[in-house]
């Protein structure tokens, strides 16, 4: 399918529960982080204890800063320190991740149109899955946690609008968000007010992606489609071609 067209200017993804299923692999290095930090077992936190556990902990939070520090009680400077540990963790971890069913042939089928990632791990690990999946030349860039200050995570559309800044040429059309956490539906919405008062035409559409742990029907912020399987979101990207032509 060519996706070429007037009115799509770039589709962007976050990564993890959204490319690929990263749950266990990331369970296994917060543990190891928490422990390198407190010196305390992980199993005292009940959220460390298994991934259906973990996984309903990173539902609830924001962002990784807000997980660190309200959920595991660590100082500011504590989860600074676990920022600059992860990247390190996560290579020496040998959890394998695996992308969810048709993320890839969405990936291939939208090779003529830009993409990026816009996620909060490190950008390392993203590029590391991506080239064993032989997929990192599909995406013009990557904006990983260390791209964007402390401060300016998600929900803020800091890094979401330097993707774009990237990906996109024209000062007109949309750009399609794809996530499976509420937090990337508040980024989209965040990026579109910073887009709207700079007077551009570019508007972003966010994807809930539905088919791993996410469930956009369970959000306060709305997104603008929901794909329950990632091949759904083909024929959302063809939706906008089709608005084009007429």
Not at 81 to 107: C, K, N
């Amino acid at each position: 399918m060519s996706a070429t067209r007037t009115d799509l200017l770039a589709v962007i993804w976050d990564f993890d529960g959204t490319l690929a299923d990263t749950r266990q692999k990331n369970l296994n290095v917060t543990r190891e982080i928490y422990t390198r930090i407190t010196s305390r077992h992980p199993d005292e936190v009940p959220g460390l204890a298994s991934v259906e556990a973990y996984t309903a902990l990173t539902r609830r939070t924001t962002n990784w800063r807000t997980l660190y520090m309200e959920e595991f009680g660590l100082t500011t400077e504590e989860t600074d320190h676990a920022g600059r540990l992860w990247s390190g963790f996560q290579e020496a971890d040998p959890t394998p991740v695996a992308l969810y069913q048709g993320v890839r042939e969405v990936i291939t089928a939208l090779a003529d149109t830009p993409q990026g990632i816009v996620s909060q791990n490190g950008r390392r690990t993203i590029t590391r899955t991506l080239a064993g999946e032989k997929l990192e030349g599909c995406f013009q860039t990557i904006i990983g946690y260390e791209e964007v200050p402390s401060e300016k995570q998600k929900p803020s559309p800091e890094g979401l609008l330097a993707c774009i800044d990237v990906l996109t040429q024209r000062t007109r059309g949309h750009v399609l968000y794809i996530g499976d956490h509420e937090t990337d539906a508040r980024c989209g919405q965040n990026g579109n007010e910073v887009l709207l008062a700079r007077g551009l035409g570019i508007h972003v559409r966010v994807i809930g992606a539905a088919y791993g742990a996410g469930d956009p029907a369970d959000w306060v912020t709305p997104v603008a489609h929901t794909a329950r399987h990632a091949r759904d979101i083909l024929g959302i990207v063809a939706r906008y071609a089709e608005a084009s032509a007429g």
